[in-house]
């Protein structure tokens, strides 16, 4: 099966489209944008509980090398986020309670390079599908027909929201936790 998944910086960063044969995934995923100007800054994007998806035993070790070897420590990961404006200076994964926890730190020249959010007018603003489901924001949310809108005005230097993935109830998501070692 394949899919495409986003991935924020170190791991969906957050957060990257590519394609594997299982699929990573997560509970919820929290960005806090540090913003130096309007366009630039740094961001931290933390991805909580984190799976994978797979169905055979293949593609489950398939996950574990492209989240262990690839994202983790490869140079070409740091690469392709760099080709995307964003500059990785700190990927870690880390268990918290039997969870696999991922974080990284980016920084980035065009806040654009952060799940698309745009600046105009004096604000900041992140658009999101009606299903998205946010948990926290320290901005505004305003809906409409067609789609929601995440709002912080231009005297915010810190952005931050907290976006509802999974809830892996009843689900045969396998866990990553046992496989990471420091």
């Not at 999101?128 to 409409?144: A, E, F, M, R």
Request: charged share 30%; glycine share 6%; with cysteine.
């Amino acid at each position: 099966m394949k899919k495409f998944i986003m991935v924020p910086a170190l791991v969906v960063s957050i957060v990257l489209l590519f394609t594997l044969n299982g699929c990573l995934v997560f509970h919820k995923i929290s960005y806090e944008v540090h913003l130096d100007t309007p366009e630039k800054g740094y961001a931290i994007v933390t991805a909580y509980d984190m799976r994978s998806e797979a169905e055979t035993d293949e593609d489950y070790q398939k996950d574990k090398d492209n989240l262990f070897q690839y994202m983790l420590k490869s140079k070409e990961f740091v690469e392709q986020q760099r080709k995307q404006g964003r500059e990785i200076y700190s990927r870690k994964l880390f268990v918290k309670d039997g969870k696999l926890i991922g974080q990284g730190e980016f920084k980035f020249d065009n806040i654009n390079s952060v799940e698309s959010i745009k600046y105009e007018d004096g604000f900041h603003y992140l658009n999101l599908t009606l299903d998205d489901s946010v948990i926290y924001t320290n901005g505004i949310i305003v809906k409409s027909k067609d789609f929601k809108r995440i709002l912080w005005d231009k005297g915010m230097k810190i952005l931050k929201f907290e976006m509802f993935s999974e809830s892996f109830k009843g689900n045969p998501y396998r866990p990553l936790a046992p496989f990471y070692k420091k």
